[in-house]
């Protein structure tokens, strides 16, 4: 087959989710032919599988949202400050008929395999239905948090009332009237979950192995005048939003926790929870994510709100987060969540104390005995960041896979490719800041700049692009000496890869900031994609730079 003929797309695209959607239209802008492939029969990526009840995204809509166009962000009227599920489904699906993307997306079609052609420098894609694409860029934009984390308990297959991951949520209406539901795991999932069923069916069981930080949402329906007071101002605060850490419109403090009064703090954490969102108290000083101490004030002051609002101590107790820093796993937000364990309907399993034995038919088994169920529950968790990279069969140079590469912890340079594995970006990759900064803004930025990196590479007639292998090992570094400056390697996170058995632990996202990333990514393409190397077909050099700078 000629590469440059009619068969070879430029890039196929994996995933009709926010990343997805953004970049098929970026690539489409551009002039590029390609082919979207969604293992589901809709867009939404990961909000068409979590739709769990109570399931809403944690940053709010005027964050979690598209930039790219003025007029969308205009003429689309959030409901409420945290959006449910559905209305993220409702509002990815008016994206792709607004832009006119569903007709690029084959749905019911998974990606199975992708192989490089290192002769004429395309990728063979091969997918569930049996057909063969060929691109010459291949981009999967596959979400980081989207293979769910079955856990390992035996007996899991001979439960027999219904039971489902909240990450493969089913599109049938689930009913909990009068039954008996489990629900295993307190992340943010749990959280949701556990607030949106206590009260809705006859009993609710919480089987909790780690106790999590929940902070309030203070969740409230969006009047048209508070919608209008943050339009006009919108460009300014996305404009601000792209230059900070967390890549919301927040800039991040510089002042210690310690040298602030007792009283003074607890005016700050006070406020923190009454006008709170996600980053609330990783707002109030510069050291919370640095400096233990500092970072146990915080942890005192919410476990000081459980006891207030728990009336069983010894229930407040097993609430109460020990042996991690806050914020080193993801805090969760919760308007309900404690006072739902005043319920005599509510009942918490402290997995510390009481572990699970095994599933049965009638329920779950501790070492204290059986609880009876009717439906359970699986918040379990992703294997996130890796896992949906890995599950694709993608081989690059000499045939080498991509899960043999990353046996040992995935690299990346910049998050946005990996070294031997030519013409292959990652959209919030791990290496990228992804899950640590608005994902949203991330996956623009990302997508941005593989749309800019193409068309820099159509003009030049290169050809073919990898990450260089010595630049990747010293990004992955950067990475690392950056987080060691913090408190994150002291929990047990999805971040370190700590939930999946057998998995590297190795911290995958980059903690240096959203607006401190973004520079770096764009300093390098302006100095014509430093740590890159390109070669034109005809030479197969790295010749391509000095026609750019
Ligand atoms: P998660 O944070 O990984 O939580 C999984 C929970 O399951 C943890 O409590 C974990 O306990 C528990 N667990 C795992 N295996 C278990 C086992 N074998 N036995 C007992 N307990 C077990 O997963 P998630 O709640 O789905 O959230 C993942 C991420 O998705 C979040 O951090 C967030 O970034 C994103 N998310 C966001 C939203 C939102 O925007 N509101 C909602 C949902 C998810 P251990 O802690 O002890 O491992």
Redesign the pocket.
């Known amino acids: 087959m000629n590469p440059h003929s009619n068969d070879v797309l430029d890039a196929v695209v994996v995933g009709a989710g926010f990343a997805g959607l953004y970049a098929i239209k970026r690539l489409t802008d551009a002039g590029f032919r390609i082919q979207a492939f969604e293992s589901g029969d809709g867009i939404g990526g990961t909000w068409y599988w ?1 739709r769990y009840p109570g ?5 709010e809509c005027w964050d979690y949202s598209y930039s790219f166009s003025p007029e969308l962000q205009d003429e689309w009227d959030w409901p409420e400050r945290y959006p449910t599920s559905a209305e993220l489904m409702r509002y990815l699906n008016h994206v792709a008929d607004r832009f006119d993307l569903r007709r690029h997306v084959r749905f019911n079609t998974k990606v199975e395999a992708a192989e490089f052609d290192e002769q004429r420098n395309i990728w063979r894609v091969t997918t569930s239905d049996g057909k063969v694409t060929h691109a010459r860029f291949f981009v999967p934009a596959t979400g980081v ?1 989207s293979v769910p ?1 079955p ?3 035996p007996g899991i297959g001979t439960f027999a009332g219904e039971s489902h991951h ?2 493969r949520w089913p599109h049938h209406e689930v009913n909990f009237e009068g039954k008996r539901v489990g629900v ?7 959280i ?1 979950v556990i607030q949106a069923l206590a009260g809705e069916c006859r009993h609710l069981t919480v ?4 106790a ?1 930080y929940v902070v309030p949402a203070k969740n409230h329906p969006l009047t048209p005048e508070m919608r209008a007071r943050v339009r006009a101002i919108y460009a300014e605060r996305r404009a601000v939003s792209r230059l900070t850490r967390f890549g919301i419109a927040v800039p991040f403090p510089v002042e210690s926790a310690l040298d602030a009064t007792p009283q003074e703090r607890l005016k700050k954490y006070e406020n923190a929870w009454e006008n709170s969102q996600l980053l609330g108290f990783r707002m109030c000083y510069g050291d919370i994510l640095s400096n233990e101490a500092a970072n146990e004030t915080v942890a005192e002051f919410i476990r000081g709100k459980i006891g207030e609002t728990v009336k069983d101590p010894q229930v407040a107790a097993k609430l109460m987060p020990r042996g991690f820093p806050f914020g080193t ?2 805090p969760c ?1 919760g308007d309900t969540y404690y006072g739902v364990y005043n319920r005599a309907d509510v009942t918490l399993v402290d ?1 510390k104390q009481t572990p ?1 034995d095994r599933v049965v038919p009638e329920g779950i088994v501790t070492n204290q005995g059986l609880h009876e169920l009717d439906v359970l529950i699986y ?4 294997d996130a960041l890796t896992g949906a990279l890995t599950r694709i069969d993608v081989r690059g140079i000499d045939g080498r896979t991509l899960t043999d590469k990353w046996s040992g912890g995935a690299k990346t340079y910049l998050g946005l490719m990996t070294s031997g594995f030519p013409n292959l970006f990652t959209v919030t990759g791990p290496g990228s800041p992804g ?1 640590l900064a608005n994902m949203s803004m991330s996956i623009e930025q990302h997508v941005d700049w593989i749309t800019r990196c193409m068309i820099d590479l159509r003009k030049l007639g290169v050809e073919r692009i990898d990450a260089d292998a010595q630049a990747e090992e010293d990004w992955m570094q950067h990475v690392q000496e950056v987080v060691a400056k913090t408190l994150y390697l002291k929990a ?1 996170s ?1 971040y370190v890869g700590a ?1 999946v058995p057998g998995k590297p632990h190795v911290f995958l996202p980059y903690l240096g900031g959203h607006g401190t990333y973004r520079k770096k990514c764009d300093d390098v393409a302006a100095a014509g994609y430093t740590g890159f190397l390109l070669s034109r077909a005809s030479t197969r050099e790295t010749d391509a730079r000095s026609a750019m700078v």
Do not use: C, H
């Open positions: 979590n399931a809403r995204v944690d940053l948090l984390k856990p390992e308990i909240t990450g295993i795991g307190t992340g943010s999932s749990g949701q089987f909790q192995r780690t999590v796993k993801r937000l997995l699970i918040a379990t968790g992703y899950p047990n999805w939930n």
